[in-house]
């Protein structure tokens, strides 16, 4: 089992739905969690970071469920400027800063 | 203010020449990063320093792969000698231990060994 996954997608939404990304980890003491954004062809570029009581950030909501495991990301009212590779991010908890990336969450928005 | 900066973008090679990759993360930044990204595996973490200490370098596929921070603001990882599979993009990233949530990277180097 991938210590991270992530439906690989793609996800094709029209402008302005809403579309959900979902992320499991395996590593129950995992300390930290984060999503990440790639555009084809580029570097991945931090988007949020996700706390346990959840947070928003403009149209962008990521929510943490550690006792499932689970890490979710919502977009509202998707642009096509959000068409983009989506990275869920665990930082493991042994201590330093290794990070595991999911293998991303494809996202096409089309007009 | 210059990101992380990452030589050569491209680089192609024939099997079994050596490789050398090249960063130089941002200024004051005490955290390195090295990863390895391809369509089979996605983004894997390779070695990671810690005020130019390697910490990590679990990730280092096998012996052909090296990687040196010699001063704070340069690092390497060598390939010797290189295969086809080790085509790939490799990313450098770095962080600042006094906000860890974010590492910056760079536009990666885009490697093909023929």
């Known amino acids: 089992r991938k210590e991270v996954e992530q439906d690989p997608g793609p996800f094709n939404v029209p402008e302005g739905a809403t579309v959900a990304f979902n992320c499991t980890y395996s590593n129950s003491a995992s300390q930290s969690f984060f999503w990440y954004r790639q555009d084809c062809r580029k570097e991945p570029k931090l988007l949020m970071s996700v706390y346990s009581s959840g947070n928003e950030d403009g149209r962008f909501t990521a929510q943490l469920n550690r006792a499932s495991q689970y890490i979710s990301l919502l977009i509202r009212d998707s642009k096509l400027s959000d068409s983009a590779t989506y990275l869920c991010?665990?930082?493991?908890?042994?201590?330093?800063?290794?990070?595991?990336f999911g293998a991303g969450t494809r996202l096409f928005v089309k007009a | 203010d210059a990101g992380v900066i990452q030589s050569p973008r491209h680089e192609v090679t024939e099997m079994g020449q050596e490789v050398t990759l090249r960063c130089k993360p941002i200024?004051?930044?005490?955290?390195l990063f090295w990863y390895r990204q391809t369509m089979m595996r996605g983004l894997e973490l390779l070695i990671y320093f810690n005020n130019n200490v390697p910490i990590d370098d679990s990730g280092m596929p096998e012996d052909r792969f090296s990687a040196k921070m010699p001063n704070a603001s340069f690092s390497t990882l060598k390939i010797q000698p290189s295969e086809p599979r080790d085509s790939a993009v490799y990313f450098c990233?770095?962080?600042?231990?006094?906000?860890?949530?974010?590492?910056?990277f760079g536009p990666g180097t885009r490697l093909t060994v023929l």
């Open positions: 200024s004051g930044h005490d955290y």
């Open positions: 991010v665990v930082k493991a908890s042994t201590g330093g800063f290794k990070t595991i």
């Open positions: 990233a770095s962080s600042y231990s006094g906000s860890t949530d974010t590492q910056y």
